[in-house]
Structure formats: C-alpha cells, structure tokens
C-alpha cells in the first residue's frame, strides 16, 4: 500500500548505516532509491550516509542575546520594551490616553524612528482613536470632529514631523478615519493624500494600502471611487468582484432539520453524586434556551445571527455559573434560618461568604490604584505601577470569582501519591503564576469580545482571507513573504511580545491570593479539652507559611484541615461551559491563540507541564510562514459540521433512564457478592486477603460510578443539542495529533459517544458506499480480522438482526448488544436499513462516518523507516487478504513462553497457560515506541491480569517474573 504513495523525486542518499548486506536485499518495499550513488560511495564508510534535509531546522539561539534596555522610572513608567508595550495596549483598553501618550514618547526617546516597536505603538494609539470616532457618530457629532482633529494632530507632529517610518497599517487608519470623519471634497483629498504618500514610499506598499482587508465593505466602495486612477487594470477586475460580492451567500451556519420536540422528550435520569458538576452543566446548558433558535421559515441570514448570539453566551456563562451556584447555595440557607456559622455550611454558601468579603477589598484597592496612576510620583516605585493598569481591565467581580475559584481548585487537584489525602501546602510562586496566566486568559476572552469587527461579519476580508488561505496552501513549501505578510508577522511577533510581563503577573496574582487569605474563613468545631463542649470559632481558610526545601526558602500557601476534610465530602465541579461543542463555525485558525471559540482563547498546541520552548519555536515556525497548511488543516476539521444521531439518542435515553447495564452504559445500582468473613478471626493473611476483596468490590463501585457520572454529563449534553448543528474546534498536542477541544461529547469519544455522532451533511452512498457501509457495521461489530469480501458477506447474512435492531432495539433479539461496539453497531443498523428501505440505495443520503483504524502507527513508523518487510507485513504496510494484527502476533508469542514455563512446572505459568488474551499485551506493544519504561509496562500487564484474574490479583503481582 505504501507504494502508491511514494515519492515521484526519490531520494539518491542511501538510508543511515547503508551497507552491502542491506544493498544486497531488492525488496521493493525499502522506501529508498540508492542506484545513483557511485560504487565508492556505496561500499565506503558508513558515516557518510544521511538523510537528505528538506527544511532548515528552526534555531532559537538565546544564548547570544542581550537582555532588553530598561527604561528608568518616570510618571510611574519603567520596565523594557515589550513591557511598556503591554502597559501601552493595557491603558489603551482602559482609556487611559494620556498615559499612553506618555508611553509612546518614552519609547521615542530610546527607539529609532524605523523602529517596528515604535510605528506599532503608534499605530496601536490611532487605531484606539478610529475605534472613537465610529462609537461617537463620525462627522454627525462634535465629538466625533474633535477626535478626528486630535488624530490628525498625533500623525502630523509625532509621526510624520518626527521623520517616523510609516507602515501600509498606520496609512490605512489615516484612511479609514478620513473616510468616517470627513465628508465631500475635503474626504476626497485627505484619501487622495495619503495614497500618494503610499505610492511613493513603492510599489507594494502602494498595494497594500489600496487592498487591506481593514477596510469594510462602506470604506472599500468610498476608496475605490475616490482613488480609482491608482488602480492598475488587473487591480480594477478584482475590486469589481468585490462589489459584486457584498451580498455573498450564508456561511458558517446550518439549518437543523426534523427537530425533536424537546417538551415531550423525557428527561434523562440524575445520577447521585458529590458536588455541583450536574448542576453546572445543566445550569450551562439553559444558554442555549434562554436565546431559541428561530423558526425554519425565518431567513437563513437571521437564523445565523441569531446562531451566533446563543453561542457568545455559551463562552460567556463560566464564571457566572459558579457565583450564582454560591449566592443560590447561601440563599438557601437563609430561608431556612440556619446561622451561617455552622460548620456544616456547604461550600458553595462559603465561596458565596469568600466572595461577599474579597470583593468590598479588591474595590478599595482598585480606588488606590486609580489615584496613583492619575497622578503618578516622578521617582517613586510601587506595585500598583505594574499591577494597577492590570487590575483595572476586567470586571472585579470576576476577578474575585476567578481567583477563588483558582485557589480552591489548586486544592483539590493536588493528592499525595501515597496517602491519597490533598496536599498540606501549595507553593506561593505556581499559585501567583497560575492565578495571573488564568485572568490573563480571561481578560483575552473580555477583548474578543469587545471587537468591533465580529468574526462572523460577511465582509470582504473574510472573503479575501479565504482566497489568501486557499492561494497560501496551494504552494508546495515555505512561501515568499509579501510585504504586507511581513508586516502582518512582525504585528504578530509584536504581540505575542505584549502579552502579560511575567513579574506582572505574579505582582497582581500575588496581591489577590493575599487578599483572599485575610478575606476567607471558614467556622471550625472542636471540643474544648476540659468543659467536653463544642466550641466553634471562625478561622482564616488559609495560611501563608515559609518552609525550607533542599536548604531553600520556600513561600506555600496552607489550607486549614477543616476545609480539606470539608472538600473530601464535597467536591467541587469544574468549570465546562468554555468547552462546550459549538453552533456556528469556529473561528479559522491564524496564529498561536487565534482560533476555534469565538470568544475565548485556546492556544493551538497542547504543551506538557513546564515546556517553555514549545510557544517560542511556533511562532518562530509561523514566522518562517511553515504553517499555512497546519492552520488549513485544523480550520478544515474544525468546520465539520455534525449533528446528534435522533434515533440512536433516543434508544439510549431509554435504556439510560432503565439504569441497567446495557452496552457501555454503567450500571446505576452495580450488586456484587460480598465475600465471607473469614471463620478464624486470628489469620492475619485471610483477614488481609479477605479486606483486599471488599476494597477491590468498592473501587469496583466507585469506578463504574464515576462511569455512570460522565455518561450523564454527555447524555445531558446531548439532548440539549439534539436539534442544532455542531462543530468542534480542534487543536494539537505536541506531537502534531489534531484532537477535539470540547471533551464530553466529541466524535472521538467512546462507543456511546462515536454512535451518536453523524455529519450534519449527507452524501451519496454509490455502489461503493453501500459496500463500505456494509463493512464498516461487520468493523463495528467485531468482525473486523476478516477480509473485506467476508466482511459484506457477515453483514448480509446477518440482516435481520439488522432490521430486528433497527425496528425494535430493546425489546427484540438485541442481537447488536453482542457486538465489540454496540452503539456503533446500533447507528450503522439505522443506516442501513434505511439505505436498503430507499428507492434508491446507491442514492441514499448517509452521514453516518465510516472509521477506519491505524495498526500501531508508532510501529509503522519505524518499519517504514528501516525497510523492515517482516514488520510491515505486521502493521499493514503490505497490501493483503486480511487485515495483520502485531498484538495477536505478541500475544502469541507470549502464550508459547508461559506454555514453556508452565511444562517447566511454574505454578502461576499454569494457571495463567490458556487464559492470556490480545488485551494483556496490546497496551505495552503500543506504548513501546513511545518510550513507556519497563515498570511502567509491567503496571500496564498487572491491570490486565486483575481483570482476568480478580481473585488472584495480589499472588500474581507477587510473582515478578511472569508479570514481566
């Protein structure tokens, strides 16, 4: 199979450690061509032999780079660059004018006037000024007069009076403020005026300011009239499709069809559990409601909007989910008069009391911090300089929200290995960094949406950044930058620069987790040691502590036991209304965190705790322009649009709400046989084996409890979209796998989740989908290690289970409950039946997806890269009958060497000769090549074993040998 796709330019370097022996072997699978290479080259030293580059690797050298020029106090101004820049953007977005002003002329001091960092600030400066004017009327206000004159004024004296090199950017807001600010012939040559200043300063410049995107599609007609002989020809053609484009067709939204009538649809059975995770989700879900989408017959155009506003309010609804969960919780309490001292208040009421204290703090201190930054000590250096502009952007009531949240969260994430209990201590620096990268995210999220410009406007730059794209990905390598991508890049580069200064982040987070710990408290009861009375007195919920770790001094933040023995029964739920699935396209993906939601940020590489290179060599990537065909690629996934499967939901909302153990559903009330007591109470080891039974019965429980929980979440979920359109952003891990972001329901779930998933858009089956069709439902069923032809034969003897299945899921033969995935199974039965029933079948509409499974990639890897025919036999690379399966061919190999011990008379080879299955192996083989260790492997086999052997599972750990 791989050699259809091999490539047509082979490469004439032989592989590493090419020799005479591996020359000798004429294989045709050996993915090299060597034939040009001299004989001298051939059968002389080894080390000459390499892979042929195709990319220059992407170097980061830190080492040679000098550390930024700090800049001196001033009007409360000091840091580097990149932090002035922050503190710029920062006092732009809280209004905050004549600090920025101040910014950008110490940064004229210290920069040249070509300087990227200075044309950007300024640029940043009259953007904030355009951005005025549209808000206050334009030319129709004397608001909206004096504003453009102030703009007018910035340009003339500190820009183009102080010989400041201008960019297309900074000339195209000039433009764009003439066009709303001006009116007749004056607007005429202000427009006129700035394009010849562009053509001057050259062709592609010159370009750039008469086709940006920036402009909507008013501008672009006013422009285009206006400066109409700067155009060339082809120039003209393009600008008359784009005004035959301004009412381009609906994209981004589909309609649902044959919708479920949601009143009359039963709900789905609560599972009991611990915390408020249910009712968070539902409390999410009740977005979708409080906004229903708009009858059929409405225009598609208003079915959209409409679309869009219920999924902004879908991202938005996180945080105040959680404090209306506290204020109901400590409502609740009050009607029933209890005294809110009680040690038994449950935690939501406390956070609701956390919440009632922290924010009357954070508002005093947002006083102080206004008053010294409106007038700011020439020489005086405090806090409030770097974390004050900071503390002002978001709402405070989200800020203290966010930072409970954080806190209490860090507590119960973090278990000791061994004890299992929560941790005694957090450490101050992870709690201050974290708490600052989480509000930084928030405030991200505040920013998106206060965009002027929605992402889902209809305008001529997306169509033209369409077009980009599709021209962009077209090109087989790294493409040649225009001046405009450069100037795009270097806007970029420049803003990953200001994202929150490090020391700034743990200056704010460590001035709110202070304030958290003299706000929070929690009532504790305790029996006096003399009186035996219960006394209870208030105490703080946290303490800040020094301790000395490996001879250094580390701050931690304490939790007082009573709030970690209050938490162990009763945990919190986490927050997913940010991660649900999306009702209209998720946003294209175009830089580091600009893409999927529409509002929220999600970065697009999913990085191990602690890797810091990971960002810096993406945007080095980005830089390079290499990442064309990854932002096309996710974009394409993430555009999918799927749709819950209303048959297949509504069979498992039946057999969900029996609370039996149907399918992969968890049962709701699991029985298990306790075993005896043992009779002698004085056997230690019966008495030891007799306590490791019953706590393997009650993980047992809690397992397929914890089970039946998250199912409820994704069946709850599912109703709730049951009627709408879906689409999933996606983004990558760090090897380069495209993975969902929503993580309850989500097409690569499990079984029940993969069954009730289909694409939203039918296609024709033709002769050969109704064959695929047939092959994926005997796939599903387990049926899988045959060939293809057998495979449609299996399914076609089997029809009327199919149609049993289809007609009468649970009160018939049940026939699909037998199979390996049985809501697949399920799913693929509707189908067909439906296919077959049709006029037409070759005709019939499918949606359903057809999976198809990789065999150990890792391993195809490796037998791809070293020619190794034996291997690639095993892990499909060769064409055959019948699928290979490596884990049976382990497996095999494993069960001859226990036979062989087990005749060699090893007691535990006898009992485990016979009884070793696929499963026991297939986790190790996979996990090899990813570098799993030998404990690890042998963790992976004991599992395994305690299932095939539950009774047996503490002599078989025991035993080392046969494990490993």
């Not at 479920?260 to 249910?278: I, S």
């Not at 069960?895 to 070793?916: P, S, T, W, Y």
Request: hydrophobic letters at 35%; a neutral charge.
């Amino acid at each position: 199979a791989a050699d259809h796709y091999a490539s047509a330019n082979q490469s004439p370097f032989p592989p590493p450690g090419f020799s005479s022996s591996f020359r000798s072997n004429a294989d045709k699978h050996v993915p090299f061509d060597y034939h040009h290479i001299s004989d001298a080259q051939r059968d002389g030293n080894p080390k000459l032999s390499a892979l042929r580059p195709t990319v220059d690797p992407i170097i980061l050298n830190t080492t040679t780079q000098n550390p930024h020029e700090l800049i001196k106090v001033q009007k409360g101004i000091h840091g580097d660059t990149h932090e002035l820049l922050q503190h710029l953007h920062t006092c732009i977005r809280i209004g905050r004018l004549n600090r920025v002003e101040a910014i950008i002329q110490r940064l004229a001091e210290r920069s040249k006037p070509d300087a990227p960092e200075l044309v950007h600030a300024h640029t940043a400066y009259l953007e904030e000024h355009l951005r005025m004017l549209a808000s206050e009327g334009g030319n129709e206000t004397t608001k909206g007069k004096q504003t453009l004159k102030a703009m007018q004024k910035w340009f003339e004296t500190e820009v183009r009076n102080k010989g400041v090199e201008v960019d297309s950017k900074l000339l195209v807001v000039m433009i764009r403020g003439a066009i709303r600010g001006m009116d007749g012939d004056k607007r005429d040559r202000a427009i006129r005026r700035y394009v010849q200043w562009a053509e001057s300063l050259g062709e592609e410049m010159h370009n750039d300011v008469l086709e940006s995107e920036d402009y909507d599609d008013n501008e672009f007609t006013i422009l285009g009239r206006v400066a109409s002989d700067f155009y060339s020809e082809e120039q003209m053609q393009e600008l008359q499709q784009e005004f035959a484009e301004t009412k381009p067709p609906v994209h981004g939204y589909h309609a649902p069809t044959d919708p479920l009538d949601l009143e009359t649809l039963p709900e789905v059975n609560a599972t009991d559990q611990k915390g408020g995770g249910l009712h968070r989700v539902k409390r999410a879900m009740e977005s979708y409601f409080s906004k229903p989408p708009l009858p059929a017959t409405a225009p598609l155009e208003e079915q959209r909007e409409r679309a869009y506003e219920r999924q902004k309010l879908v991202e938005e609804t996180s945080v105040d989910i959680a404090i209306d969960h506290w204020r109901q919780a400590d409502d609740e309490l009050k009607k029933l008069g209890i005294n809110t001292n009680m040690q038994t208040k449950p935690m939501g009421a406390l956070m609701w009391q956390w919440y009632a204290e922290l924010l009357p703090m954070l508002e005093k201190e947002l006083e102080e911090v206004k008053k010294m930054l409106s007038a700011p000590d020439q020489r005086r250096e405090d806090d409030r300089y770097s974390y004050g502009p900071l503390l002002e952007l978001l709402p405070l009531q989200k800020v203290a929200a966010t930072t409970i949240l954080w806190v209490v969260s860090r507590v119960a994430r973090g278990k000791e290995w061994d004890s299992k209990n929560y941790e005694q201590d957090m450490k101050l620096n992870m709690l201050t960094v974290g708490l600052g990268k989480q509000l930084e995210q928030e405030c991200a999220m505040e920013l998106s949406k206060q965009k002027v410009r929605s992402i889902q406007a209809t305008t001529r730059a997306a169509r033209k950044a369409k077009r980009d794209l599709l021209k962009r990905v077209s090109q087989s390598g790294p493409r040649g930058l225009t001046a405009s991508d450069k100037a795009k890049l270097l806007d970029t580069d420049l803003l990953h620069q200001v994202t929150w200064p490090f020391t700034h982040k743990v200056k704010l987070g460590a001035l709110l987790i202070q304030k958290l710990i003299e706000a929070a408290s929690l009532p504790v009861t305790r029996e006096h040691p003399r009186t035996r009375e219960k006394v209870t007195q208030m105490q703080p919920a946290f303490l800040h502590r020094s301790k000395y770790v490996n001879g250094k001094k580390l701050g931690v933040v304490m939790p007082n036991p009573a709030l970690t023995k209050k938490m162990e029964s009763e945990p919190l739920g986490s927050l997913i209304a940010k991660r649900m699935p999306m009702i209209v396209e998720p946003k294209p993906w175009s830089g580091w965190s600009e893409g999927g939601y529409l509002h929220y940020p999600n970065p697009i590489l999913r990085l191990p705790q602690g890797d810091k290179s990971g960002k810096d060599y993406f945007i080095a990537a980005d830089a390079k322009g290499d990442m064309g065909q990854v932002y096309a690629g996710l974009t394409a996934l993430s555009k999918v649009p799927w749709k819950v499967h209303k048959d297949v939901f509504k069979v498992q909302l039946e057999a969900w709400n029996t609370g039996e153990e149907i399918a992969n559903f968890a049962p709701a009330n699991p029985q298990y046989d306790l075993p005896p007591e043992p009779e002698d109470r004085s056997d230690v080891n019966a008495k030891r084996n007799w306590l490791s039974r019953l706590q393997d019965i009650q993980n047992r429980r809690a397992g397929l409890h914890s089970q039946r929980c998250f199912q409820n979440f994704q069946l709850e979920i599912a109703r709730t979209v049951v009627n709408e359109t879906l689409y999933f952003p996606h983004n990558m891990d760090f090897r380069g796998r495209a993975y969902p972001i929503p993580p309850y329901l989500n097409h690569m779930g499990a079984d029940n989740v993969r069954g009730l998933l289909v694409f939203a858009e039918g296609k024709p089956l033709g002769e050969t989908g109704l064959r695929w069709l047939k092959i994926h439902l005997a796939t599903v069923f387990g049926y899988d290690k045959a060939s293809m032809d057998e495979r449609v034969k299996f399914t076609e003897e089997h029809l009327d289970d199919i149609y049993d299945a289809a007609r009468n899921p649970l009160g018939g033969k049940r026939w699909w409950l037998e199979s390996e995935d049985a809501w697949q199974t399920l799913a693929a039965c509707f189908e067909l039946t439906k296919a077959l029933d049709s006029p037409d079948p070759t005709k019939f509409l499918s949606t359903i997806p057809i999976q198809q499974d990789g065999t150990c990639n890792g391993l195809q890897h490796y037998a791809a890269l070293g020619g190794d025919v034996a291997g690639a036999r095993q892990v499909n690379l060769e064409p055959g009958d019948r699928p290979a399966d490596v884990y049976t061919a382990v497996a095999e190999a494993v069960k001859k060497q226990v036979h062989e011990d087990a005749l060699a008379g090893n007691k535990i080879a006898k009992e485990l000769d016979g009884r070793l299955t696929r499963k026991c192996v297939k986790q190790p083989v996979m996990t090899n090549v990813y570098g799993v260790t030998f404990f690890g492997a042998k963790e992976q086999v004991e599992r395994q074993l305690a299932v095939l052997f539950p009774e047996k599972e503490g002599r078989l750990r025991r035993d080392e040998d046969i494990v490993s």
